[in-house]
């Protein structure tokens, strides 16, 4: 899990780096890069690439491709880990969206940890100076398509390989980010090609050693870990941008990451 916070971590880092190419050609250097991975695996293995339930894949690679473009969009008006830590906020739109769509219950405890996650957004907004309006608002539009992402792979569930999922993802996130990027494409100089490259390469094996941690029989124990993006972000964005996060907005960003953890703690209780 650790190792996985840190590649996205350098994920996050370089997207905030080149942030200047826009969000449709972020997004198509993100999938592009992956493509490599889940293309070999999938012929590799003889994994039928075009899964069994297309039109939920398609559904989940838009919801994905949406979320990843508005986060990518929202670190140009945002510190970068401001940005990791608000969109980590999915948690909670999902749960609303599992509620209405898969009927799932949820205990009144939970919305008071949904609550205290809320209340840090609040303070983070109200305490921050470099909180964008604008940017807020594109952050909390990707949590909320990446809400809707761990419901429909809740749909999904176990009758298509997960690679399949991902793979679908990469397809139309370079399908749609190219389609974008061609009415403002920025051609990448000297150093810059093998870093886009790269947000694929980070990408991807932060979400292989996040999956290999869940994986792992002591999940209860790493779960929360997954969180240690955001601190290792904040850190480096301060060092790297020279972000600057006044002590009010740290306690909203560690209320927000609190009121999740919580909520992990008592569903898997």
């Known amino acids: 899990m650790l190792l996985s916070a840190v590649s996205f971590t350098a994920m996050n880092l370089f997207v905030k780096y080149l942030a200047h ?21 999938l012929l590799w293995h003889k994994i039928p690439i075009f899964g069994n339930q297309k039109r939920l894949l398609i559904y989940r690679g838009l919801a994905g491709v949406t979320s990843m473009g508005l986060f990518f969009m929202s670190v140009n008006y945002l510190p970068i880990g401001s940005a990791v830590s ?6 909670i739109f999902a749960t609303i969206f599992a509620i209405l769509f898969l009927r799932e219950q949820v205990k ?24 964008n309006s604008f940017g807020l608002l ?29 793979n679908y993802f990469m397809w139309i996130s370079v399908t749609v980010g190219g389609i974008l ?19 694929g390469v980070f990408g991807y094996f932060g979400q292989l050693f996040m999956t290999k941690a869940f994986q792992s029989q002591a999940t209860n124990k790493v779960v929360s870990l997954k969180y240690v993006e955001v601190i290792f972000t904040m850190i480096a ?33």
């Open 21 to 41: 190419f826009g969000g449709a050609q972020l997004v198509f250097f993100r999938a592009f890069g992956s493509l490599f991975f889940t293309m070999s695996y």
């Open 86 to 91: 608000l969109r980590y906020l999915s948690p």
């Open 108 to 131: 009144p405890i939970q919305w008071l940890f949904f609550l205290m996650a809320f209340s840090g957004v609040l303070m983070i907004k109200g305490f921050d100076p470099n909180i």
């Open 138 to 166: 594109l952050v909390l539009g990707s949590a909320v398509f990446s809400g809707v992402v761990y419901v429909l792979i809740n749909k999904i569930g176990h009758r298509d390989h997960p690679v399949v999922i991902v």
């Open 181 to 199: 990027s061609i009415f403002n494409w920025t051609t990448p100089k000297g150093i810059e090609w093998p870093l886009l490259l790269s947000l």
């Open 237 to 269: 964005g301060t060092f790297w941008f020279t972000d600057i996060y006044p002590a009010l907005s740290i306690i909203g960003t560690l209320l927000v990451i609190t009121g999740l953890i919580l909520n992990i703690w008592y569903r898997q209780r």
